[in-house]
């Protein structure tokens, strides 16, 4: 089972603000387990501290500021990112100022400072939100959508598209989070010398400089016009009469504008809280339709606080019913689980066909079939028993039998025509022949019941020789 991960030690870097041109420093501290993403400004008296989740953006014109209340800090995107796309579930971000620093404009030395403090694994599990259907949000006005559909694992393709002779059309794709240090992390961030202008203007970009961004150069200036653009931001002149790219460092890739919108891709989708299993395709992406997919991702995962298992009908399954047949006692009409779909040491998913040619449903209810809920609750301690079992060496020399049977709820009626899956989880470890776990019954989404189970597993041979 994957398990959630922290800093394996702490480290800090140096740098300006983009906006502010302050000098910064941002601490990046191991966290216990559950903890996500915060942000603390210890500038401020009492060191407030902000939830690094999608509620918390204000605002996104220029990155993605979190705040609570009057407390601000910005330029979070590409530290997130890296935490993300690294692993990192859990993380306290120190800041001595407003915004975290921008650094080179990418999340490159992020990356290299958590690789040399390394990732440590936690006790907890790793909370995966699984998409299991296409989930949209668009703007008409700007032509910009994300889309998620499921897929096994997290990948991004970014399609970027411009009214501009420099940068027109690009795309970016990352299939594997695992190749984001060397092709995604040292993207540096862009922007149009119009804009680069209006923010000077407005007296926001007091940290930026060729160095930490790729800046546009499309509509053609005067000499003076340009030379003056210069000295203002301290960079080198430039040939007016040659459009293209003014930073110093040339570009990397020739879709790197591309490549830095899908980082910022991620470190958005990292204020959903939780890592998810699914495929982005972003049509013209920016951190204002970024956030509000953020938001309804985290809206459906409410909704679906426990989520249902992935089911499959066409893989073949971990146990059929010859093995459970095998390994259980149970039979007709007390056989409750028809196969085992998923299993590992510590948790099982197993289904169960509801036919209207159940026995039960003769007096339970003839002209309402409704299965009874002492029967769930006994398809889902076979489950459990089946994922006991399996951890045996001689699964077939055991007998499980329950103890107690706790917090059983029921939600929602089971008919004829359901599919049932049940999730069986240990929730302590199998020590003394005594087993504890938590199990849910779903159909479709939705959980239709739910019970805490203690079993005791006895050895068959020793009961028959005493």
């Keep these: ?109 992020y990356v290299e ?10 006790n907890a599990p790793k909370d995966y939100y699984v998409v299991h259907k296409k989930i949209e949000v668009r703007d008409d006005k700007t032509g910009s959508i994300i889309t998620i559909l499921p897929d096994e694992q997290f990948s991004i393709t970014a399609m970027i598209a411009f009214q501009s002779k420099v940068l027109s059309s690009q795309f970016a794709t990352l299939d594997d989070m695992a190749n984001f240090e060397k092709e995604i992390a040292p993207a540096r961030t862009f922007c149009f010398v119009r804009e680069v202008e209006m923010m000077l203007e407005a007296g ?26 210069a000295d203002r931001i301290g960079a080198a002149y430039h040939d007016a009469t040659e459009l293209g790219f003014l930073q110093t460092k040339p570009l990397q890739w020739e879709n790197e504008p591309a490549r830095h919108k899908l980082l910022d891709i991620i470190g958005d989708m990292a204020l959903i809280g939780k890592p998810i299993k699914g495929r982005i395709i972003a049509t013209r992406p920016g951190h204002t339709i970024n956030n509000k997919f953020a938001r309804l991702m985290r809206k459906e995962i409410r909704t679906h606080k426990i989520q249902a298992p992935f089911y499959d009908p066409n893989k073949a399954p971990l146990m059929d019913i010859k093995r459970i047949r095998q390994l259980l006692p149970h039979r007709y009409p ?62 077939e020399d055991y007998s499980t039998y329950f103890l107690r049977i706790d917090n059983v709820k029921f939600t929602q009626k089971v008919v004829p025509g359901d599919t049932l899956l049940f999730k069986a989880t240990f929730t302590a470890p199998f020590r003394h022949s005594i087993a504890q776990m938590h199990g849910y019954a779903f159909v479709g989404e939705n959980v239709v019941a739910e019970a805490s189970l203690t079993a005791q597993v006895i050895d068959n041979k020793v009961e028959i020789e005493s």
Excluded: W
Excluded at 113 to 121: C, F
């Design 113 to 122: 400072n958590i690789r040399h403090v390394g990732v440590v694994e936690q």
């Design 334 to 395: 007390m056989l409750l689980v028809d196969k085992a779909i998923e299993m590992d040491a510590n948790s099982i998913v197993a289904v169960k066909n509801v036919s209207g040619n159940e026995p039960f449903f003769q007096g339970h209810f003839p002209s309402e079939p409704v299965m009874p809920g002492v029967l769930l609750i006994e398809a889902l301690a076979q489950t459990g028993g089946l994922l006991v079992l399996n951890n045996l060496e001689h699964p």
């Design 204 to 229: 926001l970009i007091k940290g930026g400089d060729l160095d930490n961004a790729i800046v546009i150069y499309e509509n053609q200036k005067t000499q003076e016009e340009l030379n003056e653009l």
């Design 1 to 109: 089972m994957l398990k959630q991960n922290t800093l394996g030690g702490s480290f800090t870097l140096h740098g300006k603000g983009l906006h502010t041109g302050l000098n910064l420093i941002v601490t990046f501290n191991p966290a216990p387990e559950n903890y996500g993403y915060k942000i603390q400004r210890i500038d401020l008296p009492g060191e407030p501290i902000i939830d690094a989740v999608a509620e918390n953006v204000i605002e996104t014109t220029r990155g993605t500021v979190l705040a609570k209340g009057d407390v601000r800090c910005s330029t979070v995107e590409h530290a997130l990112a890296a935490l993300y796309a690294l692993g990192v579930d859990n993380c306290l971000l120190q800041v001595n100022g407003p915004e975290v620093p921008i650094l080179d404009g990418s999340a490159e030395i």
